[in-house]
């Protein structure tokens, strides 16, 4: 770091609640913003003291002192989630035989109810946004300016994409062949889209899009957002999303059961979406009666969402009540 130089960091004002009066200059609240700006940006990264808290304090201009005791203190009051590991090395030196790592992630759950105590309200979804770079510098990120988000997390390669490419492409022209749909598609699907999946276009014309060597990717357009799921062996993101900028359900119905079609046959990818287990019910019922296949859930979903305790036994029960009432529905061959 240049020596007359400047160091840009991420602060939050609102996380000022977290200062303590007692501690002249109190670190916290810019170590508890960089914090949220990092575990917001990844969901994979964690904070090891051992090899992050030297490089953190010269950042902040403040000792490593300082910041482990910012650490501890915001462990305390349940913000920050600590665990420990022992690792053996491969040193001669008896002293440096083991490295205890010392871990720490943001509990969002927790942040969020703690500012609520405080008087600031401020839901898990905007804190998970807080690095977001889709938003400027001085912007507020407040609930009523955030889109609907839905994704996926996870690759899916090979055959299993072929599969699910084609099982897509059965929703999308099912839906602009079969009347009942037919207003339905009109809403969801972008006017290009629409007339490139509708009769006579079978899914298996539509899907050798997906299927050309170097283009292996489904992308769809819809009325207020762009779908796009690629083939893991092409294209190794593991985070895929759309954000709906519209405020209509039928996009978001056919982005879920396309999303659903991925998860139908993998196992080994995780489906989230800012909508409910009620509203998601319509998109269950459009991959199944046009696919034959039941989408599935897993634990981030909730987790995304924020359901805990009662509210989350509720929603897995919604689920499970989805799942049994597939069976009783008409399908569509393609």
């Known amino acids: 770091m240049e020596e007359f130089g400047l160091t840009r960091v991420p602060y939050y004002p609102e996380l000022n609640v977290v200062r303590r009066d007692t501690i002249t200059n109190d670190c916290s609240p810019i170590v508890l913003s960089v914090l949220l700006f990092w575990h917001s940006k990844d969901k994979y990264v964690r904070f090891n003291a051992r090899c992050h808290t030297h490089l953190l304090a010269r950042n902040l201009r403040v000792s490593p002192e300082e910041v482990k005791d910012a650490l501890e203190y915001l462990s305390d009051i349940k913000l920050l989630v600590k665990k420990e590991e022992v690792i053996t090395t491969q040193s001669e030196d008896p002293n440096k035989k083991t490295k205890l790592n010392e871990f720490y992630d943001l509990d969002f759950h927790s942040l969020h109810e703690f500012l609520k105590e405080k008087g600031i309200t401020i839901p898990v979804k905007v804190l998970r946004m807080a690095s977001d770079d889709y938003f400027d510098f001085y912007?507020?990120?407040?609930?009523?300016?955030?889109?609907?988000?839905?994704?996926?997390?996870?690759?899916?390669?090979?055959?299993?994409?072929?599969?699910?490419?084609?099982?897509?492409?059965?929703?999308?022209?099912?839906?602009?062949?079969?009347?009942?749909?037919?207003?339905?598609?009109?809403?969801?699907?972008?006017?290009?889209?629409?007339?490139?999946?509708?009769?006579?276009?079978?899914?298996?014309?539509?899907?050798?899009?997906?299927?050309?060597?170097?283009?292996?990717?489904?992308?769809?357009?819809?009325?207020?957002?762009?779908?796009?799921?690629?083939?893991?062996?092409?294209?190794?993101?593991?985070?895929?999303?759309?954000?709906?900028?519209?405020?209509?359900?039928?996009?978001?119905?056919?982005?879920?059961?396309?999303?659903?079609?991925?998860?139908?046959?993998?196992?080994?990818?995780?489906?989230?979406?800012?909508?409910?287990?009620?509203?998601?019910?319509?998109?269950?019922?459009?991959?199944?009666?046009?696919?034959?296949?039941?989408?599935?859930?897993?634990?981030?979903?909730?987790?995304?969402?924020?359901?805990?305790?009662?509210?989350?036994?509720?929603?897995?029960?919604?689920?499970?009540?989805?799942?049994?009432?597939?069976?009783?529905?008409?399908?569509?061959?393609?």
């Open 139 to 334: 912007s507020y990120i407040s609930p009523r300016r955030l889109p609907v988000v839905q994704g996926l997390l996870g690759m899916v390669k090979g055959d299993k994409y072929d599969t699910a490419a084609l099982n897509a492409c059965a929703i999308i022209c099912g839906i602009c062949r079969e009347n009942e749909y037919e207003d339905f598609s009109y809403k969801a699907l972008a006017p290009g889209w629409r007339m490139l999946a509708q009769p006579p276009a079978t899914a298996f014309d539509v899907v050798q899009r997906y299927q050309r060597e170097g283009e292996r990717s489904v992308d769809i357009d819809l009325m207020d957002g762009s779908f796009f799921m690629p083939d893991g062996d092409y294209f190794g993101t593991e985070k895929h999303k759309i954000w709906h900028s519209g405020k209509t359900m039928e996009p978001r119905i056919l982005a879920a059961a396309l999303y659903l079609c991925f998860t139908a046959v993998d196992k080994d990818i995780e489906f989230y979406s800012d909508l409910s287990m009620d509203e998601l019910k319509d998109a269950f019922e459009l991959l199944y009666r046009f696919t034959s296949l039941k989408g599935r859930i897993g634990e981030y979903y909730y987790h995304y969402r924020d359901v805990q305790g009662e509210k989350l036994k509720e929603e897995q029960e919604k689920y499970k009540a989805i799942l049994d009432s597939l069976d009783n529905l008409e399908t569509f061959d393609f």
